[in-house]
């Protein structure tokens, strides 16, 4: 589910729709992936799998341009077959819960204009709890440069620090199994150290309405190597293209209809890099709502 929370950059700026200096909201982004190659797309659209990340967040303003928040999160999966072609039950689960520091405006450098968030997750889903993760830190930067009336050029930034008790950790969960209960690839994994997501984005807006938000970049994770389980470390390299349409019917809820394509660089069993597979494509609806 990483990818799907690492889609989260569109935020409704709270003191623009509330007088009051505390609030909530809610967050969601529902999302599909395409079929691997060589399986079957169902006949029905409703037999497949939908994964959701989603979160209840209490904001306290701070001032005219800052807020705090507390955010509640969940992991979220319809009954259905996934993009391996297994049918898998529904499940819900925590996630990591986690505070956040947003400023919508840290000033111009230039004509650029800044914004950033800064969180803090605690290890309260079952996967860092699996990993014994201390806790990730995410800095967030935004550096907008207006084109013209109805478009900008951003940049944005997303380096990931994980604080680890342990190089690496048994990933029982995420590995499928045979009929007699042996994993079908080795389930130890190696920690992340780093993480980094940066890309640069046109918001092209059409009306007030609707704003088409073509992106491209690069994203990159760092691993730890375990000498107790001679596993090597690692540094995985993505190019992460997508395309949203941002809807705005209300002032106080938004919609964004999305597609991404990752598609890893380097050796991948020496095969030669391919561009925008369809296996790797992925399609999504997150929702942005201000709740009182």
């Given at each position: 589910?990483?990818?799907?929370m690492?889609?989260?950059?569109?935020?409704?700026?709270?003191?623009?729709?509330?007088?009051?200096n505390?609030?909530?909201?809610?967050?969601?982004?529902?999302s599909?992936?395409n079929?691997?190659?060589?399986?079957?797309?169902?006949?029905?659209?409703?037999?497949?799998?939908?994964?959701?990340?989603?979160?209840?967040?209490?904001?306290?303003?701070l001032?005219?341009?800052?807020?705090?928040?507390?955010r509640?999160?969940?992991?979220m999966?319809t009954?259905g077959?996934?993009?391996?072609?297994?049918?898998?039950?529904?499940?819900?689960?925590l996630?990591?819960?986690?505070?956040?520091?947003?400023?919508?405006?840290?000033?111009?450098?230039?004509?650029?204009?800044?914004?950033g968030?800064?969180?803090?997750?605690?290890?309260?889903s079952?996967?860092?709890?699996a990993?014994?993760?201390?806790a990730?830190?995410?800095?967030e930067?935004?550096?907008?440069?207006q084109?013209?009336?109805?478009?900008?050029?951003?940049?944005?930034?997303?380096?990931?620090?994980?604080?680890?008790?342990?190089?690496?950790?048994f990933?029982a969960?995420?590995?499928?199994?045979y009929?007699d209960?042996?994993f079908?690839?080795?389930?130890?994994s190696?920690?992340?150290q780093?993480?980094?997501?940066?890309?640069?984005?046109?918001?092209?807006?059409?009306?007030?309405?609707?704003?088409?938000?073509?992106k491209?970049?690069?994203?990159?994770?760092w691993?730890?190597?375990?000498?107790?389980e001679?596993l090597?470390?690692?540094?995985?390299?993505k190019?992460?293209?997508?395309?949203?349409?941002?809807?705005?019917?209300?002032?106080?809820?938004?919609?964004?209809?999305?597609?991404?394509?990752?598609?890893?660089?380097?050796?991948?069993?020496?095969?030669?890099?391919?561009?925008?597979?369809?296996?790797n494509?992925q399609y999504s609806?997150?929702?942005?709502?201000?709740?009182?």
């Open positions: 589910m990483a990818s799907l690492d889609q989260e950059a569109s935020v409704i700026s709270l003191g623009e729709v509330k007088k009051s505390f609030s909530t909201s809610f967050f969601s982004i529902i599909i992936n079929m691997k190659q060589g399986k079957d797309q169902p006949q029905h659209l409703y037999e497949r799998l939908f994964d959701s990340y989603e979160y209840l967040s209490v904001n306290y303003k001032n005219a341009d800052s807020k705090a928040s507390l509640l999160p969940f992991l999966s009954a077959i996934n993009e391996y072609g297994d049918q898998k039950p529904s499940k819900i689960a996630s990591d819960i986690h505070f956040a520091y947003s400023n919508y405006d840290l000033g111009y450098i230039g004509d650029i204009d800044l914004a968030n800064i969180k803090l997750f605690l290890p309260t079952a996967y860092s709890q990993a014994k993760t201390i990730k830190l995410r800095f930067g935004f550096f907008e440069w084109l013209g009336r109805n478009s900008s050029l951003e940049y944005v930034v997303k380096p990931d620090i994980f604080f680890q008790s342990q190089t690496a950790y990933n969960e995420d590995i499928p199994q009929e209960g042996t079908m690839r080795d389930p130890r190696t920690n992340k780093f993480s980094l997501e940066h890309y640069l984005q046109l918001n092209w807006s059409f009306n007030k309405y609707l704003t088409l938000t073509p491209i970049g690069v994203s990159e994770d691993y730890y190597a375990s000498a107790a001679q090597e470390g690692g540094h995985v390299t190019c992460r293209a997508g395309l949203g349409l941002l809807i705005k019917p209300l002032r106080r809820v938004n919609f964004t209809l999305g597609v991404q394509n990752d598609t890893l660089l380097g050796s991948n069993r020496g095969n030669d890099i391919a561009f925008f597979q369809p296996e494509t609806l997150m929702t942005n709502a201000f709740i009182f």
